[in-house]
């Protein structure tokens, strides 16, 4: 049977709400003899909490609910390892949902982490979707406090932790110019994102810096699945003029062209210079290590929990944008033009 808050009480000899307290904070009004007595007695008894009856009671439960898209993509777990490290520093547990991109799995899950009375959120909105703005609204009427990781919610300002990722498109680049590179293709995320949108923009910017012409044919759109085939990717390749080097949105649409371009008998970076952007293990560990634009991922994850916190303690602050750096990590999947 298990042991109750009465149980312990009555092996200390100590009142319920004494008890209590101890256990589920660190009243400054006891000595460190009682709470050393208090939580052994608790150990001894096996002893644990009821969360769900301090929250009915309004309490804190020290949950926090984060709700991530896909973990089967390296790129989430990364960012997860460092909020559930700095959630654990301060006492809190995470209740972790996947959405797997649809937006009514998205709905029903933030339903499901409400009734759970979480202390607040830590999302990654599924981008250029609107189906669910209702849904943020209610959170942001609410006040219930919410972190955004990568996607910002149109017209609902909740706090947003991103990456730099215009200057990152920069680095990728500018890199493959100094290598000679003026046929620079750009693979795109298919969606009207704001991740999309400042890459695109940091790729068209390192063009005009390096003064080479942007050319819009040369901005592809790649497959959302990685297995897809690249007929028109490698079209490009047989004709006239085609591109010297590409610069992929992700590491894994830099691993979707590295994948077909081995198939089609194209070599990296003999035929083709190839720079990813996130720091995948997938491109790690290809044949040709993957040249990409570091995320420091981790550091998301610390920071987004840190705001969040920080919104739990000052429900009525401004809001707060934080954007991480990125850095070229150099492998082998570029070399100079002609090389």
Same mark, same amino acid.
């Given at each position: =049977?298990?042991?109750?808050?009465?149980?312990?009480?009555?092996?200390? !000899?100590?009142?319920?709400?004494?008890?209590?307290?101890?256990?589920?904070?660190?009243?400054?009004?006891?000595?460190?003899?009682?709470?050393?007595?208090?939580?052994?007695?608790?150990?001894?008894?096996?002893?644990?909490?009821? $969360?769900?009856?301090?929250?009915? $009671?309004?309490?804190?439960?020290?949950?926090?609910?984060?709700?991530?898209?896909?973990?089967?993509?390296?790129?989430?777990?990364?960012?997860?390892?460092?909020? /559930?490290?700095?959630?654990?520093?301060?006492?809190?547990? *995470?209740?972790?949902?996947?959405?797997?991109?649809?937006?009514?799995?998205?709905?029903? #899950?933030?339903?499901?982490?409400?009734?759970?009375?979480?202390?607040?959120?830590?999302?990654?909105?599924?981008?250029?979707?609107?189906?669910? @703005?209702?849904?943020?609204?209610?959170? @942001?009427?609410? #006040?219930?406090?919410?972190?955004?990781?990568?996607?910002?919610?149109?017209?609902?300002?909740?706090?947003?932790?991103?990456? /730099?990722?215009? /200057?990152?498109?920069?680095?990728?680049?500018?890199?493959?110019? /100094?290598?000679?590179?003026?046929?620079? *293709?750009?693979?795109?995320? !298919?969606?009207?994102?704001?991740?999309?949108?400042?890459?695109?923009?940091?790729? %068209?910017?390192?063009?005009?810096?390096?003064?080479? $012409?942007?050319?819009?044919?040369?901005?592809?759109?790649?497959? &959302?699945?990685?297995?897809?085939?690249?007929?028109?990717?490698?079209?490009?390749?047989?004709?006239?003029?085609?591109?010297?080097?590409?610069?992929? =949105?992700?590491?894994?649409?830099?691993? &979707?062209?590295?994948?077909?371009? #081995?198939?089609? !008998?194209?070599?990296?970076?003999?035929?083709?210079?190839?720079?990813?952007?996130?720091?995948?293990?997938?491109?790690?560990?290809?044949?040709?290590?993957?040249?990409?634009?570091?995320?420091?991922?981790?550091? =998301? !994850?610390? %920071?987004?929990?840190?705001?969040? +916190?920080?919104?739990?303690?000052?429900?009525?602050?401004?809001?707060?944008?934080?954007?991480?750096?990125? #850095? +070229?990590?150099?492998?082998?999947?570029?070399?100079?033009?002609?090389?």
């Amino acid at each position: =049977m298990t042991s109750t808050l009465k149980d312990v009480a009555k092996y200390v !000899g100590l009142s319920i709400s004494t008890v209590s307290n101890i256990l589920s904070s660190s009243d400054s009004r006891y000595n460190k003899g009682t709470k050393e007595r208090v939580k052994k007695a608790a150990e001894e008894l096996d002893y644990y909490p009821n $969360k769900a009856a301090r929250a009915m $009671k309004g309490q804190k439960t020290k949950v926090i609910g984060v709700l991530v898209p896909d973990l089967a993509n390296s790129y989430f777990p990364d960012i997860i390892h460092g909020i /559930e490290h700095e959630a654990d520093k301060n006492g809190y547990q *995470l209740f972790l949902c996947q959405t797997y991109y649809q937006e009514s799995d998205e709905a029903r #899950k933030i339903s499901l982490l409400r009734q759970h009375r979480v202390d607040g959120f830590i999302l990654f909105p599924i981008p250029f979707s609107h189906h669910n @703005k209702k849904v943020f609204e209610k959170l @942001k009427k609410g #006040k219930l406090p919410v972190v955004c990781i990568d996607s910002k919610i149109e017209k609902v300002s909740f706090d947003f932790v991103g990456t /730099e990722d215009y /200057e990152g498109a920069k680095l990728a680049v500018s890199h493959l110019a /100094e290598l000679g590179h003026k046929k620079i *293709l750009c693979l795109s995320f !298919g969606d009207e994102s704001d991740v999309r949108s400042e890459r695109l923009r940091g790729y %068209k910017d390192a063009l005009r810096k390096n003064k080479i $012409k942007f050319n819009k044919k040369f901005v592809l759109t790649a497959p &959302w699945e990685t297995d897809a085939p690249a007929d028109f990717l490698l079209s490009l390749f047989k004709g006239k003029n085609p591109p010297t080097a590409i610069f992929a =949105m992700s590491d894994l649409l830099a691993v &979707w062209a590295y994948r077909n371009f #081995k198939k089609s !008998g194209m070599k990296i970076p003999k035929n083709v210079s190839l720079v990813g952007f996130g720091d995948l293990h997938e491109g790690k560990f290809l044949d040709t290590p993957l040249t990409t634009v570091a995320q420091n991922k981790e550091e =998301m !994850g610390r %920071k987004a929990i840190t705001l969040l +916190l920080d919104r739990i303690k000052k429900p009525n602050s401004r809001r707060k944008e934080l954007l991480v750096k990125t #850095k +070229l990590i150099e492998r082998k999947s570029c070399a100079p033009i002609g090389a």
